[in-house]
């Protein structure tokens, strides 16, 4: 009998614990977005301290695009012409962002998202951990970035 209380303790923990996501914070989504870890299902982590590209988002009414971005030294980004459309779905409750391109279709859980953090799950239970950021200008030229 304890074990069962007990179980349903931790059960109801866990359910209220669980980031509620709001309509209004979709729009959070947009901008760049860098990597700091992904969680894989059996607690590993592996850790990104350096990265060479950026997650950009630009999504309006629940439809947009990811692209992949370069940050440069002076503030400026390297842009290609690839990316992905993206379209953000509640299905009951939870919000899932879908991915395609002329090659494949996938989708993520969106599990978290403030003005400074991002969480996405995909289908193998992989947790991608973002923090928001921006252009870097280390030249000290004075410019100011975009």
């Given amino acids: 009998m304890k074990k069962i209380v007990l179980l349903a303790f931790i059960s109801l ?13 979709l729009s959070k989504i947009n901008g ?39 940050p440069q030294l002076d503030g400026s980004f390297l842009v290609n012409d690839i990316s992905e459309n993206v379209e953000i779905k509640e299905e009951q409750g939870v919000y899932f962002i879908y991915y395609s391109t002329a090659f494949s279709k ?7 998202i403030s ?3 991002l969480v996405t799950r995909n289908a193998a239970k992989n947790e991608y951990h973002y923090k928001r950021t921006g252009a ?4 000290g030229d004075g410019k100011k970035t975009k």
């Fill in 136 to 139: 870097i200008n280390i030249l």
């Fill in 115 to 117: 003005d400074t953090k």
């Fill in 13 to 25: 923990v866990s359910i209220s614990c669980q980031t509620k996501i709001n309509p209004s914070d």
């Fill in 32 to 70: 760049y977005w860098e990597i700091e870890k992904v969680v894989f299902p059996d607690s590993k982590d592996k850790e990104y301290s350096i990265n060479q590209t950026f997650d950009y988002f630009d999504i309006k009414n629940n439809k947009g695009f990811r692209k992949k971005v370069n």
């Fill in 106 to 112: 996938w989708k993520e859980e969106l599990v978290a």
